[in-house]
């Protein structure tokens, strides 16, 4: 990789700054100085800009516990940040993997890899998602049927996929959709009569939220979670 790009993508150099940091010597590879951008680094060289080593971050690929009160969104965002809550280097690199409102809880992926991205939220795949909801009402009977049959949100002409929904007690139900519409969960419930009061999403794909995670925890997804995700979308709808 030519030693500007490698400045650029090690450090927060813009183009400009690395060709200054270069033209005045500040660059060094394995102990020489350097000032053409052009030089081809070279697996196991040792690129230094004034004494401090610079490495290439790789992609990254993380899962956060979100509390409720961040926001995914980065743009007029009243709220913190999600972002907020990690501790890594080059946080305006990454984006979340779809959104969760600012009041639900639980699994948020985190990346700078669009193309993974892109293979777990593109609508012609139809990746899994599960929440925990719980509910202002009790369910109503015929919820499980309502759901796997689709259902008309307001505001839509279409009906959603066939969703699954598991009772788990009289005001929490388990809802495993293949969406990601604008507030869906909520407004799925919402067609039924019923009311969202906390919402939790457990996994993404085959991907399950970390029992050790407390909220505003992440870690590193597994090289395994990582291809699981692109994988599991093989078959687009
Ligand atoms: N559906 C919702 O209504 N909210 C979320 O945060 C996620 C899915």
């Known amino acids: 990789m030519r030693l500007d790009k490698y400045l650029c993508e090690s450090s927060d150099l813009t183009r400009s700054l690395a060709r200054s940091a270069l033209a005045r010597g500040e660059i060094t590879v394995n102990g020489e100085v350097v000032k053409r951008g052009t030089f081809v680094v070279r697996e196991g060289d040792q690129v230094q800009w004034d004494g401090e080593t610079l490495e290439i971050i790789g992609l990254r690929y993380i899962m956060l516990n979100k509390p409720a009160g961040y926001e995914c969104s980065l743009k007029n965002s009243q709220h913190l940040p999600v972002m907020d809550l990690l501790d890594v280097d080059k946080r ?95 407004r799925m419930f919402a067609a039924l009569g019923n009311h969202v009061t906390a919402l939790h999403r457990e996994r993404i794909g085959p991907v399950a939220l970390d029992d050790d995670l407390q909220l505003g925890e992440s870690r590193y997804l597994t090289p395994a979670e990582v291809s699981a995700l692109a994988q599991a979308d093989d078959t687009p709808a």
């Not at 925990?132 to 307001?154: C, H, K, Q, V, Y």
């Open 92 to 186: 305006d690199r990454l984006h979340t993997v779809g959104r969760l409102d600012v009041d639900t809880t639980g699994l948020i992926l985190i990346t700078d890899d669009g193309q993974w991205t892109h293979r777990i939220i593109s609508p012609r795949h139809r990746c899994d998602k599960v929440y925990l909801a719980t509910l202002a009402e009790p369910l109503s009977e015929d919820a499980e049927e309502r759901f796997a049959a689709g259902i008309l949100l307001e505001g839509e002409d279409k009906v959603t996929l066939p969703a699954v929904l598991e009772r788990v007690e009289e005001r929490l139900a388990r809802l495993t959709i293949q969406e990601g519409k604008y507030h869906q969960v909520r």
